[in-house]
C-alpha cells in the first residue's frame, strides 16, 4: 500500500523524537541520576537490591547514643551505628522493620513498614530513639518545634512493677511446706550425692532435676544413680526404674518433663542431645537424637503435645518423637503463653523484664520488674493453665559490714503486666542444678533443696500483693512553655498524691504514677514574669502506658489535645515505652 508524504513526515518526526528520548536518557544516566539513585550507587546497591540509610539522635537532643545497632526483623542483618549516629542496611526489595538497640537505650524500640526498592536507597532521616535515663551528653534542642522530618522510634508499652524490696532476712521453711524429702542413698527415695555444698571449691551434685506431673505427683531425676522415681501427691514412693545405659557417664547434664498425659520425657545432654518418651510405669517407648538445631537447651516442658525446648537464647523448639525419629518445629520466639511468647532476662543490677512477642518475633507487651534489692539473675518457672508467667529472680544483699544475704523472689504477672503473687524464699543450696523450681498444676511453685545430709521438695504459694501493686504504673509527660521564659522554675503537681516534680531546664518533665485518673497541675513559678496562672489537665494513666500530654502554656491549651476515653484524660502515645 502507498505511503503519502504525510504519514512518512509523520514516521519520521517520531523517530527523531525517540532518537532525542533516548540521547536524552544517556545523559541522565551518565551526567544526571537523581539523588537517591546516586546515593544507592555510592552505598553500593545493585539492580536486585536496596539500601536504608538513617541517622540515630537520643529523643529531644542533637547527640547521638553510641554502640548501637541496628537489626533487621526476619533476616540475619545488623549494622552498627557510628559515632555520628549513621547507619546503612543493605537489603532485597521488601518492606522490613528494624529493631534498635544499645547501652541506655529503652529496650526493643523499633520502626516498622520500611519499603526498600531495588537500585535506591532511601534517607530516613533523624530517628530519635529513647533512652533510659537523660543522657550526660544529651545537649537540647534549641526550639521546641519538633524536626518535622524526624521519625520516633517506638516500643511496646512497659508496666513498671514495684517489687518488695529489702531488708534481706532470713526464710525458714514450715513443716507443712516439704513435699517430701530423702537421704543419701540408692534406697527407693533416697538420692546419690557427691561433693559438699559446705565447701566452696566443690560443687553440690544430687538430683539432676525434677518435673510435677498432670495430677500433681513428682518425677525426680537422680541422675547419678541413673535412675528416675516417681512419688505421688503426699509424697510416698511409687516406683522407680533405670533411666540410661550403665556403661555411660552418669546423666549430670539432663532434664525431665512429664505431659498431661502422664508420659515422661528424658532429654540428655552429649555430644549429640537425645530424647526419650517413657510411660507412668517406666516402659521406654521412644527415643532418637535430636537435631543440632538443639544445642545450648535451658529447660525442658512437655504439656498436652510434643515437649518443648527452651534455649539459653530466649527461643524454644517444639520436637515430637515419632517412629521416623524426632521432628522438630522451630525456633519459636520464646515460651508459649497462649497466642504470645514470653522470654525474661536482667537488665542491669536493679531491673529486669518480661518480654511477650508474638510469632513473628515482633514484642507486643513488655513488663518492666523493678527491684529493691540488686538482682543477679532471671529465671522463667512456667506458664500456668491461666496464661500466668512465673519467674524467679536471684537477689544478694550486702549490708555495710560486708555480709551478703541472698534469696529468690518467686512471682507471677499476667500479659497485661498485673503482679498476680509474691514468695521469698532461699536459695535451694545447690550451684550445680538444671532445675531448681517446677510449676505445680494448682499453681504453687515447687522448690529442689539440698545440703550435705538431705535433698528436699519444698511447696511455695504465691501470695497477692497488696492492692496498689497489682495494677502496675503509667507514665506521665509533657513540656512547659510559659511566655518568655520557656519552663525555667514551673513545677508539676499530681493534686491528690501531694507529689510535686521539678520541670527541666529545656521545659519537659516525666513523673510515674499508678493506674488512675489523675488531676496534673502545672505551675509557672516565680520567674513566670509576673504569671500566677496555674494549668490543670485531668490525665488518665492506664497500667504500663505512657501518657504525652504535649506542650502546655497559660495561654493555650496542649498541643494535643488530651482524649482518652469519657472522662477526658489524656490519651497513651502509642508505642512510647514507660520505665
Known sequence: MPVSEGENSDSKARDIMQHVHLSMLLLVALFGAAPAERSAARIGTSRSSGAIVGTLRYKGCTSAPLGVTVSVIGRDTTALADADGRFILTLPPGTYSLVIGGPGLVPDQRVDGINVVAGQAPDLGTIEVWPEERPPSCTSIATPVPIASAVVATAPDSPALELPGPPVAPISVLHEQVWTRGGAGSLPGEFAFQGDPAREDEDALGPTSFAIGPQGSLWVLDGLNGRLQHFDARGRILTTFAVGRHDEEPLAEADVAASEEGHVFLFTQNDIGTLA???????????????????????????????????????????????????????????????????????????????LLGADGRVRRSVQLHSGVPITGARLVGVGHRGEIVLALDRVEESEKGVRRAEILLLSVDQHGHLGGTARVPPGGRRFEFREFALAPDGAVVQMQSDTSEVRFVRWTLRAPPRHAIGGEGIVRGRVLFPGHGGLGASVTIVRLHRTVPVSADGTFEVRLPAGTWIVAVHPGANALGLDSTVELKVAVPAGATVDVGTISPTRAPSRAPLGGPDGGARAASGVPGR
Not at 517413657?278 to 516402659?283: A, E, L, Q
Not at 539459653?312 to 515419632?322: D, K
Open 277 to 355: 518418651e517413657y510411660d507412668g510405669g517406666g516402659k521406654l517407648l521412644l527415643t532418637g537424637p535430636l537435631p543440632h538445631s538443639c544445642k545450648g537447651v535451658d529447660l525442658l516442658f512437655a504439656g498436652r503435645q510434643r515437649p518443648l525446648f527452651l534455649m539459653l537464647n530466649g527461643q524454644a523448639i517444639r520436637a515430637e518423637v515419632g517412629w521416623g525419629g524426632i521432628h522438630s518445629e522451630g525456633p519459636l520466639p520464646g515460651l508459649p503463653a497462649g497466642n504470645l511468647y514470653v522470654q525474661a532476662e536482667r537488665i542491669d543490677r536493679w531491673r529486669a523484664i518480661v518480654r
